[in-house]
């Protein structure tokens, strides 16, 4: 079955450190996207993608980047962690025939110490 | 900046009674609207769209649509202990180009 995984599930790193959140759909869908879940705030974009090297800002990207090199792969890159960019990553797709119907991968804990 | 707001709850509901669940949002030119649930811990998962005005059913799902007042609605009938979730309303632009905007979610409990 298609699916989106992503990975690491859990991680901790240390303030400063380069981090990158992985994320592979088997769908063949163009339109990607990484939402971080926070309490009080719910799900806010950070970066969306709507094919091979296209990337956009979402409402919360400073101090991340993403890089569309394949249709497959959106990976997240924090540059340098802040304790404020401890929170869950979701990274998600959609073909976009069906509406905006996004499908979501299981998560990445991240905790920046 | 397209805003999407839920009562966060929680809300509790006895197992077998209509659970009714709200949204409404700011855009008026938004196209979409979704319903995820989403179990603690997990991820979203979609329950049901809908893009035009009026209702839409799917088994114990009616979601609920009025452009006019900018609402969005859920009710889940006959509520079990495993609907028991938060429940996110999510609001789109036209279909196929944009991403969606989230509410913050409704914690709905269902009690046995």
């Known amino acids: 079955d298609a699916e989106i995984t992503q990975s690491p599930r859990h991680k901790i790193t240390e303030t400063g450190r380069q981090v990158t959140l992985a994320c592979h759909q088997t769908w063949n869908h163009n339109n990607m996207f990484w939402y971080r879940q926070d309490l009080g705030h719910g799900l806010r974009l950070i970066h969306y993608?709507?094919?091979?090297?296209?990337?956009n800002k979402g409402e919360v990207s400073d101090g991340y980047s993403v890089s569309r090199s394949n249709t497959e792969d959106l990976p997240l890159t924090l540059e340098s962690a802040a304790s404020s960019q401890t929170s869950v990553y979701f990274c998600?797709?959609?073909?976009?025939?069906?509406?905006?119907?996004?499908?979501f991968g299981e998560g990445s804990w991240l905790t920046v110490v | 900046q397209k805003e999407v707001e839920q009562n966060s709850g929680p809300l509790s509901v006895p197992e077998g009674a209509i659970a009714s669940l709200n949204c409404t949002y700011s855009d008026r030119g938004s196209q979409s609207f979704f319903w995820y649930r989403q179990y603690s811990g997990k991820s979203p998962e979609l329950i049901m769209f809908i893009y035009s005005n009026g209702d839409k059913e799917d088994g114990r799902f009616t979601a609920q649509l009025n452009k006019a007042s900018q609402y969005v609605s859920l009710l889940i009938r006959d509520s079990q202990p495993s609907d028991s979730a938060t429940y996110l309303c999510?609001?789109?632009?036209?279909?196929?180009?944009?991403?969606?905007?989230f509410g913050t979610g409704t914690r709905l409990t269902v009690i046995p």
């Open positions: 999510a609001v789109g632009g036209q279909t196929g180009a944009n991403n969606l905007f």
């Open positions: 998600a797709s959609s073909d976009g025939s069906t509406g905006n119907t996004i499908y």
């Open positions: 993608s709507y094919g091979v090297q296209d990337t």
